[in-house]
């Protein structure tokens, strides 16, 4: 990396290109499609290689292999050279307040942020730029637009981007009117707790015990039976009286998806796992910092005024055994596949909201989750209104499948009541977990059917409240709608048409 005016000297001005090591991230992805277009013509490739097998590599080179190696090699270098160009043209500036990206090829680009306008200044680290010392420092803006992307990603030398990124925060800061220095941790590395903080008591970490926990917690059911299913079967097949060794190389084409079936199963047990590694949290002056990961080390700075709602998440094995776990909705975190904005992981609910009462006292001030109002009983006869079409869409099938084929109608009807018994299941379910709770500072809404979710939003962080009534809702009085944030929508339950219009107006 090249820092043309050092820190030091001018620390109103710091003009930067991204480390050297970018350009090599960048072929890597150009290879990996390159893998990926060769997989798909596998059977070529195999065929090519029995030729060269056969006829030697020599002969195979001077019947035309050869141009393949040269293209091969040609494209490699003049993605290369590209990659240099655009690194060599490229310059981060931070002048002022203002944070300014110029590349200087032939299509010129000119970014141009205001740093009052980003709302995280993130770091990560995955495995490539630990090896070479590298970090990514990743900036998200308060755009509706790009609030499921990250804005801008740079990849500088490690302790160079700690230090952008504090001088980043502290003008941050100026501009929200605090000191430069207020709420700026010494940053040693993105996966280190500063002992400052670690020495207040006030920094919730998890084990691997508790990783495991949370792991299991958050997988589907559908996962969990099919992991026990193959583990069972595995374990029946081993000391079956039938058991062969070579039976099953015998039956490796049907053995091979099942057992890809049960690996990407198993990975989703191992997948947070791996992901929410040494978990860490803390809230230092206004800004909630969050360190974990094993393979790709993350380091988040959220600003508590960013954060447009807490979520408080129950998927179904977790309310089976009374677990909890805290999600935040802000832009810089969880917008991209590969983040999570897990605040805390699966714990008791007493546990839960003492950690949030440290961490963001600003969304459980009140008892959000308590005293909620159930979702009006009109709206059980709404739903099963609703339900009517799918009674109709199920029976016209029942029948057609009746006349096309000669299965018992017996099996016809009881898999025409299953399907309709479950949907009557999940219409119920989402009747019993629907609630709301309208406080001094924050709107609560409940949802979920097998799993169960509450959203908790301020009101200034809402941008718009959007109101339906179904015709049998209209008829009844009452109505349902949807409360939008910048980067998520809440459901608002069905209830009465005033206590609708109230929390409008509230907003308002």
């Known amino acids: 990396m090249i820092n043309e005016r050092p820190m030091e000297n001018n620390p109103q001005t710091i003009r930067l290109r991204c480390h050297f090591s970018s350009i090599f991230e960048s072929l890597w992805q150009f290879w990996a499609i390159i893998a990926v277009t060769l997989f798909n013509q596998i059977d070529t490739i195999i065929e090519l290689v029995?030729?060269?097998?056969?006829?030697?590599?020599?002969?195979?080179?001077?019947?035309?292999?050869?141009?393949?190696?040269?293209?091969?090699?040609?494209?490699?270098?003049?993605?290369?050279?590209?990659?240099?160009?655009?690194?060599?043209?490229?310059?981060?500036?931070?002048?002022?307040?203002?944070?300014?990206?110029?590349?200087?090829?032939?299509?010129?680009?000119?970014?141009?942020?205001?740093?009052?306008?980003l709302s995280a200044v993130n770091v990560e680290r995955n495995l490539f730029e630990r090896i070479v010392g590298t970090a990514r420092i990743k900036m998200d803006t308060n755009s509706m637009t790009t609030a499921d992307k990250t804005d801008v990603s740079l990849v500088f030398r490690e302790d160079k981007a700690i230090a952008f990124r504090q001088a980043v925060i502290s003008r941050m800061n100026q501009v929200k009117g605090a000191a430069a220095e207020e709420n700026l941790a010494e940053d040693i590395r993105p996966d280190v707790v500063p002992e400052s903080i670690a020495e207040s008591g006030n920094v919730f970490s998890y084990g691997a015990l508790d990783m495991a926990k949370h792991s299991f917690y958050s997988m589907s059911i559908i996962n969990l039976l099919i992991v026990v299913g193959g583990i069972a079967s595995s374990v029946w097949y081993r000391t079956s009286e039938y058991y062969e060794p070579g039976a099953v190389l015998?039956?490796?084409?049907?053995?091979?998806?099942?057992l890809l079936v049960f690996v990407s199963a198993a990975y989703g047990l191992i997948k947070k796992y791996i992901i929410y590694y040494n978990f860490r949290v803390y809230r230092d002056g206004d800004d909630l910092h969050l360190r974990y990961g094993l393979l790709k080390l993350k380091s988040y700075t959220v600003p508590v005024d960013k954060i447009s709602a807490l979520q408080i998440v129950q998927p179904t094995l977790s309310r089976i055994f009374g677990k909890y776990q805290a999600r935040i909705v802000t832009v810089g975190v969880g917008d991209e596949r590969s983040e999570l904005s897990n605040l805390t992981m699966a714990v008791s609910k007493e546990e839960l909201l003492h950690q949030l009462g440290v961490l963001i006292p600003e969304f459980v001030g009140e008892s959000i989750m308590s005293g909620v109002i159930a979702e009006d009983r009109r709206g059980i006869a709404v739903r099963a209104v609703k339900s009517v079409k799918w009674i109709l869409m199920i029976a016209a099938g029942a029948v057609v499948i009746g006349m096309r084929t000669d299965l018992p109608t017996w099996i016809i009807a009881c898999c025409a009541a299953a399907m309709l018994g479950f949907i009557i299941l999940l219409y119920g379910l989402s009747h019993i977990s629907a609630g709301w709770k309208k406080g001094g500072q924050t709107l609560v809404f409940m949802?979920?059917?097998f799993a169960k979710n509450w959203t908790v939003c301020r009101y200034d962080k809402v941008q718009m409240i959007s109101l339906v009534a179904h015709p049998a809702a209209r008829y009844m009085g009452i109505k349902r709608g949807s409360v939008h944030m910048l980067q998520m929508a809440a459901q608002m339950p069905y209830m009465e048409d005033e206590q609708a219009e109230e929390i409008a107006q509230a907003v308002i």
């Open 50 to 117: 029995q030729d060269m097998k056969n006829s030697g590599i020599r002969q195979a080179l001077a019947e035309g292999g050869i141009w393949g190696l040269v293209a091969a090699v040609g494209i490699t270098a003049a993605v290369l050279l590209f990659q240099f160009l655009r690194w060599r043209k490229t310059w981060v500036t931070l002048d002022g307040n203002l944070i300014i990206i110029e590349r200087n090829t032939l299509n010129r680009i000119h970014n141009t942020i205001a740093v009052e306008n």
């Open 250 to 258: 015998e039956h490796a084409g049907a053995i091979i998806p099942v």
């Open 447 to 449: 949802e979920g059917c």
